[in-house]
């Protein structure tokens, strides 16, 4: 069995999508220790999902939640991608963090949560699966409404783009660490954390762009005591000097080098205000 094996589940509608976004970009097939998994209510969204594996949860509970647990065994790494407050997040994240944890699997989870607006079920429904989220080792949640600071070319976003923006973002976030955590020997444990990325001509663009990230908040990243910085297609001292500029003086700044070549150089930061 593979010990550095990692499953990605999506859950609901947008986490099967987002999962989609992450098979379909693998067109080198570089995540081969990578299972995918996506659980939801909709039967035509699975079916037309991209996922190899789909778990439908308009069947029999215990015969659902048995597959769930076995399609999750061996697992170093449970990452989970969900927008709370639909019906299949609330039903299944509680059980596949229980599931994940009771196999000794480090969680990461990626969600966001409905609009502020919203009918008052829905956000029960999310206020539950946030307490749920407080379990897992590290987790980024965004509020819908953070979505819409991705305005597309200066104008006005519509429900549906607001959506793939969110599918796009989780779907690199997913990505990003896996690439991360795929050799680390100890989990992260970062608890509530934060994470941009962006991409450039040169190191220091792709990381002033990650730092510019629409839903980060450089004032979060100069009170954050741990950060994670991993840039794809090259090394720049400079933009390691500028990262240290902006963060604590007594802030752990951990730095990856990917030096596969890419046509854009990729930055992506993580960080948490967790003393860890």
């Known amino acids: 069995m593979d010990a550095n094996r990692i499953k990605i589940v999506g859950i609901g509608e947008g986490g099967a999508r987002a999962v989609g976004k992450i098979i379909a970009a693998d067109f080198m097939g570089k995540y081969k220790n990578v299972d995918f998994i996506s659980v939801g209510k909709d039967e035509n ?45 609330t039903g299944a994240l509680p059980r596949i963090i229980s599931f994940a944890k009771n196999n000794n699997a480090e969680t990461i989870a990626f969600a966001n949560l409905p609009f502020v607006l919203e009918n008052v079920e829905r956000k029960k429904n999310a206020e539950y699966c946030l307490n749920c989220l407080r379990d897992v080792d590290t987790a980024f949640i965004l509020p819908a409404e ?44 970062l608890g509530r954390s934060a994470f941009g990325y962006g991409y450039g001509a040169t190191v220091l663009e792709a990381i002033n762009n990650a730092v510019k990230f629409p839903a980060l908040d450089s004032d979060e990243l100069s009170q954050a005591k741990k950060i994670f910085v991993r840039v794809t297609g090259g090394n720049d001292i400079p933009a390691k000097n500028f990262i240290r500029s902006i963060i604590a003086p007594d802030a752990k700044l951990f730095w990856q080098v990917d030096n596969l070549r890419r046509e854009k150089i990729l930055a992506s930061i993580v960080f948490t205000k967790k003393d860890v």
């Open 45 to 89: 969204i699975l079916l037309s999902s991209a996922t190899p594996n789909n778990i439908l949860l308009n069947r029999d509970a215990p015969t659902i939640y048995k597959s769930i647990s076995n399609n999750l065994r061996g697992a170093k790494i449970v990452i989970l991608i969900a927008g709370l407050g639909g019906t299949a997040a």
């Open 146 to 189: 953070k979505f819409f600071l991705f305005r597309l070319y200066q104008r006005e976003i519509s429900v549906g783009e607001l959506f793939e923006v969110a599918n796009e973002i989780f779907s690199v976030g997913a990505k990003i660490l896996v690439d991360m955590t795929a050799d680390r020997k100890e989990p992260l444990k």
